[in-house]
């Protein structure tokens, strides 16, 4: 466990129409001059959280996509412990968020596009298979990648001031 694991040839239906949900909450940070990264917590089939970036909005550091969606799932399931819960993120996670999926223990995360730039599943860190943690989630990386990427470069090319800060 803990490792990240490329999407198979043959995609997983229902990673594939959680990530579009993710892709979908993504669309929802251009309102307000954010980056396009979103989230979503499914428990049961079902989404149970779910999140955009509003950094911007919010003027908060800490409003990530994967914070946002970890909060309302909590909220939802009455419990810090986001357990039997899948995380759909259109970006590979970063150590703040990546800390937070630890501690909330997700026992999966599925990302569309790697971030070679802060990725903490394994581009730049792997926190998320840190083997020192007391917990490592199943980690599947490149669900609908070129979709998800495609959304971050949209807005870097648009002029998003967000988009350049990222």
């Known amino acids: 466990m803990g490792s990240v694991t490329a999407a198979p ?3 997983d239906p ?3 129409r959680f990530m579009r949900r993710a892709i979908a909450e993504a669309e929802r940070a251009l ?3 954010d980056v396009p990264i979103g989230a979503v917590v499914v428990h049961g089939g079902e989404v149970v959280g779910a999140g955009h970036n509003e950094r911007e909005l919010r003027q908060d550091p800490t409003a990530h996509a994967e914070i946002i969606a970890l909060r309302a799932a909590a909220d939802a399931l009455g419990s810090w412990r986001v ?4 995380l759909y993120v259109t970006l ?3 150590a703040m968020c990546a800390g937070a999926i630890v501690l909330a223990r997700v026992p999966r995360v599925v990302y569309g ?3 070679p ?3 903490a599943a394994g581009s730049v860190l792997d926190v998320l298979s840190e083997p020192r943690l ?3 989630p199943e980690v599947t990386g490149g669900v609908l990648a070129r979709q998800c990427a495609r959304r971050r470069c949209t807005a870097a090319i648009t002029g998003s001031s967000a988009a350049r800060s990222t």
């Open 9 to 11: 040839t043959a995609p």
């Open 31 to 33: 309102g307000h001059d």
């Open 113 to 115: 596009c790697a971030d």
């Open 117 to 119: 730039k802060a990725g």
């Open 14 to 16: 229902e990673d594939e």
């Open 92 to 94: 590979e996670p970063c």
């Open 83 to 86: 357990l039997d819960s899948t």
């Open 134 to 136: 007391n917990h490592r």
